[in-house]
């Protein structure tokens, strides 16, 4: 008997992948997975506005027409590791962080709290941007690996 199973990488990825799928942004949709060194699931994340804040009732754009951040999404916006750690009632020393988007310095701060000693990210489309050179340094500096998922995503067949 074969078993075609995929492999713990591409399990935790495709979670964090789904996790994307409940974020409201119409730009950007970010998921985060937090996994324990034992294979366990710790904790789930996506972007989205704090709890019990509508979001019909906030801005979603990158931009303002009237040159406010206030008009924007971003004071707003929780991101997806930071939901992930906040949302989790474990303690993520050691843990991995599986997410779609390499973590901005905010949340690279948070997840070196945290105590995640590794970070596994698909895009990194912000790479050259002030904040994710401020992001890698931290990490490079807490020496926790960061690396790009060189996995496949799986399709799922019923």
Same mark, same amino acid.
């Given at each position: ?25 119409? $730009?950007?949709?970010?998921? +985060? *997975? #937090?996994?324990?060194?034992?294979? @366990? ?63 901005? $310095?905010?949340?690279?701060? +948070? *997840? #070196?709290?945290?105590?995640?000693? @590794? ?40």
């Amino acid at each position: 008997m074969k078993f075609d199973n995929i492999s713990w990488d591409e399990y935790f990825m495709s979670i964090a992948i789904l996790s994307s799928m409940r974020s409201k942004d119409p $730009n950007t949709k970010v998921g +985060a *997975c #937090i996994v324990s060194t034992e294979h @366990k699931v710790l904790s789930l994340g996506y972007n989205g506005m704090p709890t019990g804040i509508d979001d019909r009732e906030i801005p979603w754009g990158r931009e303002s027409k009237m040159s406010s951040i206030l008009d924007t999404k971003y004071p707003y916006v929780c991101h997806a590791e930071l939901n992930a750690i906040l949302n989790s009632n474990h303690n993520l020393q050691g843990s991995t962080l599986y997410v779609t988007l390499f973590p901005c $310095n905010e949340c690279t701060k +948070a *997840c #070196i709290q945290a105590g995640i000693k @590794k970070i596994i990210y698909i895009s990194d489309k912000y790479h050259d941007s002030e904040q994710e050179i401020a992001a890698r340094k931290m990490l490079d500096m807490a020496h926790i690996p960061y690396e790009q998922y060189q996995g496949r995503i799986p399709k799922i067949e019923f």
